[in-house]
């Protein structure tokens, strides 16, 4: 199996949660690909924060990682609303990521006649949201957008909730509206394509770990990668399905390292 690069994954692979408590193996993998001259992205689904900031978090827990080495949803989601003509959004999601979109000019309101509802992680989701969104998307035929495509999301506590591409599809069933709605996160056309011209050679040499079966290890896999498989995260090795078979399955970095003899 020749690898030649890799998409990391960041929640479950790198960090154990979103208050960015790293897995005590992550930094010695990170400087072991850098002092290999071994090329790396993290491709992470995360919609809270952009990737200077992400960047700065693992640099402050000893991850050497610049936001270069970055690659998020908040990287294309600005150049997307703005090709496709939205002014006025109505966002779930946090604060961070509404200060991001203002900065880039956009006007955030809490009202249902906007141009667009924007689907991200909402620690702070509550009733009244939900009925904006769905009269924005119902009733004033606002598109929908996603920052990912997320069935299932891992909370710090160890317990579960409804990824974003969970909820978006949630509102894609009750209006009868919006079936194809954008989404910025990976497997997405627009995050595939950036992120793979940032290698200097094809996908069927690039391999992604991850702990997520379904959007990453299952998608990716049919468009060529190599699929590491993390039991670090929200799925377990119970959760493997009969119709996909990640191509390798490790328990922690260290052991992936080992795998590779990367010294």
């Known amino acids: 199996m020749e690898i030649k690069g890799f998409l990391i994954d960041l929640d479950g692979v790198l960090v154990k949660d979103k208050d960015f408590n790293i897995f005590e193996d992550a930094p010695e993998f990170i400087k072991k690909l850098r002092s290999n001259y071994i090329p790396f992205k993290i491709a992470t689904n995360n919609s809270r924060l952009p990737p200077e900031d992400i960047a700065k978090k693992l640099k402050e827990k000893g991850i050497p990682v610049d936001k270069e080495d970055i690659f998020s949803p908040l990287s294309l989601a600005p150049k997307v609303l703005n090709e496709d003509g939205i002014n006025s959004i109505f966002v779930l999601g946090e604060d961070t990521l509404i200060n991001y979109l203002k900065q880039y000019g956009f006007k955030i ?155």
């Open 109 to 263: 309101v809490n009202e249902p006649k906007v141009d667009a509802v924007l689907v991200a992680q909402d620690r702070h989701l509550n009733f009244d949201k939900l009925k904006i969104a769905t009269t924005a998307l119902k009733r004033h035929s606002a598109k929908l957008y996603a920052m990912n495509n997320n069935l299932l999301s891992q909370d710090g506590d160890g317990l579960l909730f409804p990824g974003v591409g969970a909820i978006s599809k949630m509102f894609v069933y009750a209006c009868t509206c919006n079936e194809n709605y954008i989404h910025f996160g990976k497997m997405s056309d627009i995050y595939n394509k950036y992120i793979f011209q940032s290698f200097d050679f094809p996908p069927d040499k690039i391999a992604i770990i991850s702990d997520d079966l379904y959007v990453d290890l299952a998608g990716y896999k049919k468009l060529g990668l190599k699929t590491i498989f993390l039991t670090t995260g929200k799925y377990q090795i119970t959760d493997i399905k009969e119709n996909f078979e990640p191509d390798l399955i490790f328990n922690s970095l260290k052991e992936l390292l080992n795998y590779l003899e990367i010294k």
